[in-house]
């Protein structure tokens, strides 16, 4: 089988791969986080979306890991899931702390919604980790703390 992976990695070959890797899981039982990875990728560059989230959720592999998070945040993106994005991209910014590059790109799908709460919240989260010369951070929480109401938060940023 390894020859076999070798050679569809190297020709591109997705079908193969997703065939290959849907065997060793689900007859060969190796249930690797390395094999899942494989398999869901396989799934997305054959735009099998649908089928990579489901592999995702009914192995319930986005509680296992913030790779998973991140993928199938991606996945909802390549749909326009904008809704279904929320969820793992909230666990992700609780699991992974305070990044703001990820409360900043949780907040893009807030901005396409209107969804000014939302945003205030995410960046809310992430605020005393944030220096003050960060002008960009600061001028879109300031926005964001103004537009629904707060006000101490507003003037702080």
């Known amino acids: 089988l390894n020859f076999i992976e070798q050679a569809a990695t190297t020709l591109h070959d997705d079908d193969i791969l997703e065939a290959l890797f849907k065997l060793k899981i689900d007859q060969l039982k190796e249930t690797s986080k390395t094999n899942y990875l494989h398999y869901i990728q396989a799934l997305e560059n054959l735009g099998k979306i649908e089928a990579a989230i489901e592999v995702i959720e009914k192995n319930h592999l986005d509680q296992q890991d913030s790779v998973f998070l991140e993928k199938l945040t991606s996945l909802h993106a390549l749909l326009g899931n904008v809704e279904k994005q929320k969820q793992p991209q909230q666990q992700l910014l609780a699991e992974k702390g305070h990044s703001k590059e990820l409360a900043l790109a949780i907040t893009q799908n ?23 010369s960060d002008l960009n951070f600061w001028h879109k929480f300031g926005h964001a703390s103004w537009v629904t109401g707060h006000e101490s938060d507003a003037n702080k940023a």
């Open 110 to 132: 807030y901005v396409a919604q209107n969804d000014n709460q939302s945003i205030y919240q995410t960046l809310s989260r992430v605020q005393n980790h944030i220096s003050n």
